[in-house]
């Protein structure tokens, strides 16, 4: 990829990553991190009910072409993502042109429209179901050891900690664990 196109990919990302995050609601969000796979997500996200959905990022017909020959698009049911999206410059990629089931987004200036949603409400199957969770759990991994040598437990209890440092409050405007309210690990 030339500089330029590289660019452009990575603000597509970018948007991507913002459409995920405020008009699909995901939490969860990862870009571009390697799955054992060798599925490489530009970006992935997760919602309620362990929902995830991948969107793919074509700023070319040639890279949109080539995509199509990747083995977890041959074989889709060990692809990740329960909905499936691909995100493209607008009229670079056309409907008729789309894999089965999948939905399109079309970038145009800092827009992002959904052109066509996906069809099917659950693509993922167990097998990239457990590819999924190599992902976060290689993620979280990275994530450890960049705050070693405190444990992501101790990481994620500093709440705890702060209350303790400020005789048993919490300082105004932090929520208690218990309040915290997590919809992801609703069933």
Not at 23 to 45: F, H, K, T
Not at 54 to 78: I, T
Not at 126 to 141: D, H, I, Y
């Amino acid at each position: 990829m030339r500089a330029s196109s590289e660019a452009k990919h990575a603000q597509l990302v970018e948007r991507a990553v913002e459409w995920l995050r405020y008009a699909y609601r995901c939490g969860i969000i990862l870009s571009e991190q390697y799955c054992a796979s060798g599925e490489v997500p530009d970006v992935i996200g997760w919602k309620g009910s362990c929902q995830s959905v991948v969107v793919e990022c074509k700023v070319s017909r040639n890279d949109f072409l080539a995509d199509a020959n990747k083995p977890f698009r041959l074989k889709p049911e060990g692809g990740l993502g329960s909905r499936r999206f691909y995100m493209a410059p607008a009229g670079l990629i056309a409907r008729e042109e789309l894999p089965k089931y999948w939905g399109l987004l079309e970038h145009k200036g800092r827009q992002v429209q959904m052109l066509v949603k996906p069809g099917k409400l659950d693509l993922r199957s167990p097998v990239g179901l457990m590819k999924e969770m190599n992902l976060l759990l290689a993620s979280l991994r990275r994530v450890e050891v960049r705050i070693e040598p405190q444990t992501i437990t101790e990481f994620l209890k500093w709440k705890n900690r702060l209350a303790e440092y400020n005789g048993g409050h919490l300082p105004e405007g932090i929520t208690a664990p218990d309040e915290e309210q997590n919809h992801y690990l609703v069933t």
